[in-house]
């Protein structure tokens, strides 16, 4: 009985402490659930809090790349442009030697020596001419015409028979066009 009273008495506190440890790690995780929900919560206000920052870092790396493309861009097309018109300066500086030029070429000489002479002038126009050409330099055609307010600037008007409405009748001054880039409009007389 002895034996059968040990066995009972070892069952006995083997069951209380299973009991016991239940008991204590129900408490554990009662308590330990708590204070697992507050870091818990705390990881994943950390967690939304560091997401956050990213897409909004995210956002500004995205801005500063499409920022930088542009600024790329716009310094290509600017210096595609300075290339394109470099001789601008150089075209509306020589403009009124041309048309001194051709005031010139429209004297009526009679001395042979004032017809050579003349006749070098026109060499040396139409060397710059072809100079300015080779540039991309183009006359403006006018007269006959219809009044294009890009490209022609209207100092007198006439009511002509002969021509259109609207329509250049004759040319003061010559206009001149660097590729597609109006240097000078010519100066015109447009009919009514």
Known sequence: MEKEQRTYDETAEQHEDIQTEQQQDEQMQSGETKEEKDELALAYEKIAQLEAKLAETENRFLRLHADFDNYRRRVR??????????????VADLLPILDNFERALQVQVEDEKAKSLLQG?????????????KEGVEVIESVGKPFDPHVHQAVMQVDDQNYEPNTVVEEFQKGYKLKDRVIRPAMVKVNQ
Do not use: G, T
Not at 121 to 133: G, H, P, Q, S
């Open 77 to 90: 097309l600017d210096m595609e442009a300075a290339e394109k018109y470099r001789a601008q300066s150089l």
């Open 121 to 133: 002038m026109e060499m040396v126009y139409r060397a710059l001419i072809e100079a300015l050409k």
